[in-house]
Each structure stands twice: as C-alpha cells, then as structure tokens.
C-alpha cells in the first residue's frame, strides 16, 4: 500500500525534520502518528500525500511515487491538513464539485456522515464554525473511498460528543483495502481507535508496534504500592504512582497512549528495549 523509502526532508536545505524514515503501511489499519510539536509529523503526512518534496528517498502509493501527483494516485488518497480551507460552498455543492475525481464516492454514505454529525448539507461551509468545517470535511474524506486516507490532527474544533462519534465513524470507515493514518498532539483523542503506533522523536520514526503487542509487554495502571513491580516508567499523581511496568503475570491492562507517549520521549532505554523485541519495530 504505502512504501517510505529511505525519506529525508529539511526546510531551506538546512533544518532537517526527518531523516532516514523507512515505513510500510498496510490496508486494513488504522495508524496513529504522535510526535511532540515540531517533530516532522505534519511534514511527514504532506510527504504521503506529494504536497511537500523530500530532499531524499521517496514515498510511494501502489508503487507510484506521491510526488508526481498522477491522476493514479490522486484518486487513491484524500488528505485533511490540520488548517482547512473551506469554499463559499455548501457540502451537496462541494461533492457536486469535486465527487468526480474519486471513483468510489458514496454519495449515500456522505449524506448519512453528515447527519451523525449533524452538519446543514445545504448551508454554506465558510458559514459553518470551525468545528462543523473540520466535521464536513471528515464525512467529505471517509465518503471519497480512497484507499489512503490520511488526516492532520482532525479532532481539532471539535467538542467532547463530535470527538466520540468521530472515533466511532473511522473505526467503522477502515476496511480490508483502506489505509487510514492519523496524526494528532490530543493523544487520548485516539484511545481505543488505532491499531498501530507510530511515533517521531528526534527526526526518525522511533517506534512502529501494534497496540495489541504492548498489552501483552506491558501494564499500565495506578499502584500504590509499586513494590513486586517491574516499574520501566512512573508518574506521581494524586491518586498514586501512575506507572508502566513489564508485564510479568499475562494480566491485560488498557494501554494508556499519553502515559506510553511521555515515557518514550524521554528516551527511556528500558521502554525503548522492550518495544524493539517480538516483532515490534524501532
């Protein structure tokens, strides 16, 4: 589906953002690209959709490169970028418009997304609050049937409801020939969505693993008492030691994406070491 080969981007051929990064993602997944702000993952999503040119290697879609945009691939990826632009169209206008450069939109499908977000498909989107801009351009992206979809911290704008039925359309969305990646800084926004963790730090791709992997490796929990633990992390809370441990009894315990994100960019070697091990990469 999506090959990263080798991928390098500096700005002004000076400030490097990403070195070295080498990625194959699967139809089929849901991806969740976390990284602190200024880590290259906005870069990194635009590299994908050819919108911005790598100083080295490549990235390609079914085997085209991304970065000559050709019709080919156009109509295999939508892209929603963190800051949208919305016409003085309404959305029934805008499909209208647009719709045909995706062979399998769902005109069906984009009606019935806009109204479990309850979006006006008939009031102008440069009308709309930002919120309901961000919402009409996810139905917009779900309802094109790219088999890459690829969003920029899509979450932003929306209240707590929008954001649950946000999860609950793309865990619906992704399917045996979709790919859909998801790149946000609101990492519990993604709870119980991904299925695959990516994470930049330091300009490399430092950690690829399934989430199911880490509740087989690892406990996340309050405790305490940490005595018998194999503690790799902790954090002091009012409510005790808030730690990830090695998990040494087989009990599962709900990876926590935020706890799991702090402890990794602080370069925690034991964290970093368990997370390379059976099959997860790094």
Not at 6 to 30: E, K, M, S, T
Not at 41 to 60: D, E, I, R, Y
Not at 248 to 256: A, E, L, M, Q, V
Request: hydrophobic letters at 40%.
């Amino acid at each position: 589906m999506v090959k990263i080969d080798q991928l390098n981007f500096a700005y002004h051929g000076d400030r490097r953002v990403l070195r070295d990064i080498n990625l194959n993602l699967q139809p089929g997944h849901i991806y969740g690209l976390l990284g602190k702000n200024g880590s290259g993952k906005s870069t990194l999503l635009k590299c994908m959709a050819g919108l911005v040119f790598p100083t080295a290697g490549a990235c390609l879609l079914n085997g085209q490169n991304t970065a000559l945009r050709s019709v080919g691939v156009l109509q295999e990826l939508y892209f929603i970028p963190e800051d949208i632009y919305v016409p003085a169209l309404s959305p029934e206008q805008f499909v209208n418009n647009t719709a045909i450069f995706y062979p399998r939109f769902d005109w069906a499908q984009f009606v019935h997304f806009l109204q479990l977000l309850e979006v006006d498909p008939k009031r102008p989107m440069n009308k709309l609050s930002y919120g309901q801009q961000k919402k009409a351009m996810v139905a917009f992206g779900l309802a094109t049937g790219t088999r890459l979809l690829i969003m920029d911290e899509p979450t932003n704008g929306l209240d707590i409801p929008s954001k649950i039925q946000f999860r609950k359309l793309i865990a619906a969305a992704v399917s045996d020939d979709r790919c859909i990646v998801i790149s946000t800084h609101q990492v519990r926004d993604l709870d119980n969505l991904i299925d695959t963790l990516l994470l930049i730090d330091q300009e490399r791709v430092t950690v690829n693993v399934l989430v199911d992997e880490l509740s087989d490796k690892l406990i996340f929990g309050f405790f305490d008492d940490t005595t018998g633990l194999d503690v790799i992390y902790s954090e002091e809370t009012l409510k005790g030691h808030y730690v990830i441990a090695r998990n040494t009894t087989g009990k599962y315990s709900r990876t926590d994406l935020e706890l799991l994100f702090n402890a990794v960019v602080t370069g925690n070697p034991a964290l970093l070491e368990i997370l390379k091990e059976g099959g997860t990469h790094v």
